[in-house]
């Protein structure tokens, strides 16, 4: 089964730093690229970045980068994302998802249960 | 940026068939994909490149995508189908989601 758990999130004051983690079981992990999908409260979602199996290659969303970095450790199975100058539009939760293939761009075709970011002084 | 449009809302009544669109430039000669909110809970896929159902995903759900819009079809709706709905696309290796539609069974 699938699993995917996502951890790191908080109340950061705005101008702060935060590296959230999302733990995979289930699967062979260094075999899938991962994303970051946010979703403010109340609104959709919104890609945020994905990086392949290998970690070779990484994706942003063109308004965050320079803010954000994704990162993997295939031997923890654990997809990162690292996110400084925070702001209070980034307020959101931020999912996790599996891709079904190595590379990108691929289907996000498991999703895990979030974890909230709450940027606010 | 690439962007897709979605209505922001959809009624249907049980048993009836629920069509949702998303609108992007040249949409049809990228893959569609379709995710199912509910309330509190996380998406999940039910519509893979453009008309392909991931396993547990009824039949009733069904894709198309085809010029400028990709199209969800819910035949014989539920009302277990109340949700939101978002499509997704990759623009140059960049995700793109929709505003999403809140599909209403009444």
């Known amino acids: 089964e699938v699993q995917l758990v996502e951890s790191g999130g908080g109340l950061v004051q705005p101008g702060g730093s935060l590296r959230l983690s999302c733990v995979a079981s289930g699967f062979t992990f260094s075999n899938h690229a991962m994303s970051w999908v946010r979703q403010a409260p109340g609104k959709g979602l919104e890609w945020v970045s994905a990086?392949?199996?290998?970690?070779?290659?990484?994706y942003y969303a063109d308004s965050l980068k320079g803010r954000f970095t994704i990162s993997r450790d295939n031997s923890k199975s654990t997809v990162y994302l690292q996110m400084n100058s925070l702001r209070a539009d980034d307020t959101a939760v931020y999912y996790c998802?599996?891709?079904?293939?190595?590379?990108?761009?691929?289907?996000?075709?498991?999703w895990g249960q979030g974890t909230l970011v709450t940027v606010s002084s | 940026s690439y962007e897709l449009t979605q209505p922001p809302s959809v009624s249907v009544s049980p048993g009836q068939t629920a069509s949702i669109t998303c609108s992007g430039d040249?949409?049809?000669?990228?893959?569609a994909y379709w995710y199912q909110q509910k309330p509190g809970q996380s998406p999940v896929l039910v519509i893979y490149q453009d008309s392909e159902r991931p396993s547990g995903i009824p039949e009733r759900f069904s894709g198309s995508n085809s010029g400028n819009t990709a199209t969800l079809t819910i035949s014989g709706t539920q009302a277990m189908d109340e949700a939101d709905y978002y499509c997704q696309a990759w623009a140059s290796s960049t995700g793109v989601f929709g505003g999403g539609t809140k599909l209403t069974v009444l």
């Open positions: 998802a599996k891709d079904k293939d190595e590379v990108v761009p691929a289907t996000m075709d498991y």
């Open positions: 040249k949409l049809g000669d990228k893959y």
């Open positions: 990086i392949s199996g290998s970690g070779a290659s990484t």
